[in-house]
């Protein structure tokens, strides 16, 4: 810095001390964030809580300043090209100094379908930062993400051998979670059919249904189900099939929905309405 350059005032011997600096170092540049590490489990269950943390540093010379955004996300490929799965947003406060770095997490709902995924995390992802074009570094890929699911069937049941219409009696059966994937989500409901043909379609009869709120449900775990039904006056003598069928309403993701459903004649005898109806 320099005063009175042009010698407009005069100042006699004064002059020798109108210099001084330099001022400095001083940093000219922009801010360069970057994801250092990703960190998730190796293996989820679709529908559970997915724990994901990263480390976040500013590579750049100045400090990063203001609010952005870190934002998470699934994808299929080890690089993280292609389409991603939204999983959660993180905004971000400044400042972050040059050369500093910081622990950041979140939890996330694992998303179907099952299979291999990479947790991808992007920093700045809106761009609110002026990176002066040094964003190649924004993104990291983590290590692959095994997601599996959950397959629930009925394992076993029980029913009477012979029935009389308007007269109450028990259907009991349990549910297991054959699959390899815990079973998270909202409530399911198991519903109970009389079937004249051990298919569940339009002339079945719904004799009752029962919910379960149970979370998680673990692989290879059990779940007892009992519903107290009464045959209505419609029921003609015959011989029917009772027929349950786990999460009827496909609340949950599962493997398979197509072994939701078991016959009563797997696990005893054929439900059948007497011909000598009681009332």
Known sequence: LE?????????????????????????????????????????VSVGAPLAVS????????VPATGSWLDRVTFADTADGSGPRTALVDQWVNG??????????????????PAGTRFVVVETNAAGNVNESGATGNNVMVGAPVTVVAANLVVSAGTAPASVQQLVPFNVSWTDQN?????????????????????????SDTELGAVQHCDTPIAAAATLGGTIGVTLPESVAPGTYHVLVKVDADNARYETSDEDNVRRSEEHTSELQSRVDISY
């Open 95 to 112: 400042p972050l100094d040059a050369g500093a770095s910081t622990k950041r997490g979140a939890v996330a709902t694992v998303p179907a």
């Open 54 to 61: 990263w480390t976040a540093s500013n590579v750049g010379i």
């Open 3 to 43: 005063a009175d350059i042009y010698n407009y005032v005069a100042e006699g011997a004064g002059e020798s001390d109108n210099l001084a600096g330099p001022v400095g170092p001083l940093a000219v540049g922009a801010p360069d964030l970057t994801i250092a590490s990703v960190t998730a489990p190796a293996v």
């Open 178 to 202: 054959a699959g390899p994937g815990d079973s998270w989500g909202g409530c399911w409901t198991d519903r109970v059919y009389l079937s004249a043909n051990a298919a569940i379609d339009g």
